[in-house]
């Protein structure tokens, strides 16, 4: 199975800063299946981005995706309030279906 | 509006079962696979299996073989995930996940706890 290792445990930012999840995979993920998702304490998790770098409905334009092969980045240009959370990268070209362990974005 | 409502909070025993429904609404069930995931307290996500409701076909992880079964009642919409022979690490929220035709995870459930304790 490809497993996903996300870096780095825990960001520690202010709001307006810029955030940047790394998430490295054991081997290729073809076709760029690789999605990020956000979740906040005691909900479910929300996708952001499929595709490598496409944002699902409704996402907001600051939070961008990038990478191919191993190498994956989530981007939050600019960090509002409500972006704190934690966030699992995924890879789902491949069965299992797997995900990081999650990087957590706390207020400094 | 396209929603999954997921089935209320179970307690059970070690060595017991327990069968979480995920029902459906607002698209067309059978366009679309389904996926079950779980998150034990403070943990990561843990995809367990996934079933196409059109064909039945369906993939199970490999660590819950013989454990888990994904089904679906295609008349209800509604799609169902049984675990046996629980244990205490199966304590965790179970979540439903619809999957687009690309094969990413766009909607969940609302999370179902499961319990297991003597």
């Known amino acids: 199975e490809i497993v996903l290792t996300q870096s780095p445990g825990t960001l520690s930012l202010s709001p307006g800063e810029r955030a940047t999840l790394s998430c490295r995979a054991s081997q290729s993920v073809g076709g760029s299946y690789l999605a990020w998702f956000q979740q906040k304490p005691g909900q479910a998790p929300r996708l952001l981005i499929y595709g490598t770098s496409t944002r699902a409905t409704g996402i907001p334009d600051r939070f961008s995706g990038s990478g191919s092969g191993t190498d994956f980045t989530l981007t939050i240009s600019r960090l509002e309030p409500e972006d704190f959370a934690v966030y699992y990268c995924q890879q789902y070209g491949r069965s299992p279906r797997t995900f990081g362990q999650g990087i957590k974005v706390e207020v400094k | 509006q396209v929603q999954l409502v997921q089935s209320g909070a179970e307690v059970k025993k070690p060595g017991a079962s327990v069968k979480v429904s995920c029902k459906t609404s607002g698209y067309t069930f059978t366009n679309y696979d389904v996926s079950w995931v779980r998150q034990a307290p403070g943990q990561g996500l843990e995809w367990m299996g996934w079933?196409?409701?059109?064909?039945?076909?369906?993939n199970y992880l490999q660590n819950f073989q013989g454990r888990v079964s994904v089904t679906t009642d295609t008349s209800t919409s509604t799609a169902y995930m049984e675990l046996r022979s629980l244990r205490y690490d199966d304590t965790a929220v179970y979540y439903c996940v619809r999957e687009d035709y690309g094969g990413y995870f766009d909607l969940w459930g609302q999370g179902t706890l499961v319990t297991v304790s003597s």
């Open positions: 079933i196409s409701p059109s064909t039945g076909n369906r």
